[in-house]
């Protein structure tokens, strides 16, 4: 996958259009935070599988690279598809449990945790990926580089209650 992740232009994302950086501070509001959370991510997966893997509604009204992360649940141990912003920072592919600023973090960090080995589908690639929770200097400074992407997540980090939001570093799991 590479540092700066497959394929990925962070450039593409600082131009996005009047609609997407309108649709992207919708998203941190509470009204908009609801419509993404009952509304688009249910939309997402019809979207990512007719475009197979290519695109999700959420990234096409808001420029913001968004995969599908394929998890095991930690209890049920079924396969979970959940759509999920997914960027690229030095250090690799990050994702962010912020849970739209819930109070709880969500389902699939904990799928994660119980089983960090997963898959990540962008742009109609699939990659095997670890998950490693970051802390300290280094989730620092990816959280820095999220906010360059979306800020949004410095409104979900108050709205939380004070839960700390995980960072998630996807590395390449080589196939065997």
Known sequence: MGAAGPGFDVMQYA????????????????????????????????????T??????????TGL????????????????????????????????????????????????????EAEMTIRGRRHRIRARQVEGEQRERIWREGLEIYPGWTTYERWTGGRRIPILLLEPVEPV
């Open 52 to 61: 197979r893997g290519r695109h999700t509604l959420t990234s096409i009204v």
């Open 65 to 116: 690279p968004v995969g599908v992360l394929t998890t095991t649940g930690a209890r049920s141990g079924q396969p979970r598809r959940s759509p999920l912003l997914v960027f690229p920072t030095s250090e690799g592919l990050v994702v962010v449990a912020s849970n739209y600023g819930q109070a709880r973090h969500p389902s699939w960090y904990h799928n994660l945790r119980a089983h960090p």
């Open 15 to 50: 131009r996005a259009n009047r609609f997407q950086r309108m649709m992207r501070g919708t998203a941190a509001t509470r009204p908009g935070s609801w419509l993404f959370i009952r509304v688009l991510d249910h939309v997402d997966r019809p979207i990512f599988r007719w």
